[in-house]
């Protein structure tokens, strides 16, 4: 069964720092480009952050570059977001998403897709 599973989210301080992963189960994520979304109350899911499936592109979100980094570990079937200085603006459920070939900002071209981490950052 394929499966994401996203994990390390919590709840954090402005100018914190939260690291989230992604497990994948049931397929290899060798040929799978993986994208990073969140969706704040209210708000359509958006893109954060993107990466090639050999690693060796990455893309991000206006709103995050520079703060976020996106990285994969193929060995381990895993993809991770970086977060620091977190903002308050950050506040969302993350979702990890896959799909062939190369990464997008299109929620719709994403064929799998995990049932997310709750971030939340408040003093």
């Known amino acids: 069964q394929v499966q994401l599973v996203e994990s390390g989210g919590g709840l954090v301080q402005p100018g914190g720092s939260l690291r989230l992963s992604c497990a994948a189960s049931?397929?290899?994520?060798?040929?799978?480009?993986m994208g990073w979304f969140r969706q704040a109350p209210g708000k359509e899911r958006e893109f954060v952050a993107g990466?090639?499936?050999?690693?060796?592109?990455?893309d991000y979100a206006g709103s995050v570059k520079g703060r976020f980094t996106i990285a994969r570990d193929n060995a381990k079937n895993t993809v991770y977001l970086q977060m620091n200085s977190l903002k308050p603006e950050d506040t969302a459920v993350y979702y990890c998403?896959?799909?062939?070939?190369?990464?997008?900002?299109?929620?719709?071209?994403?064929?799998?897709w995990g049932q997310g981490t709750q971030v939340t950052v408040s003093s």
């Open positions: 998403a896959a799909r062939p070939s190369w990464a997008t900002r299109t929620v719709s071209t994403y064929n799998y």
């Open positions: 049931g397929f290899t994520l060798d040929y799978y480009a």
């Open positions: 990466i090639s499936s050999g690693g060796g592109s990455t």
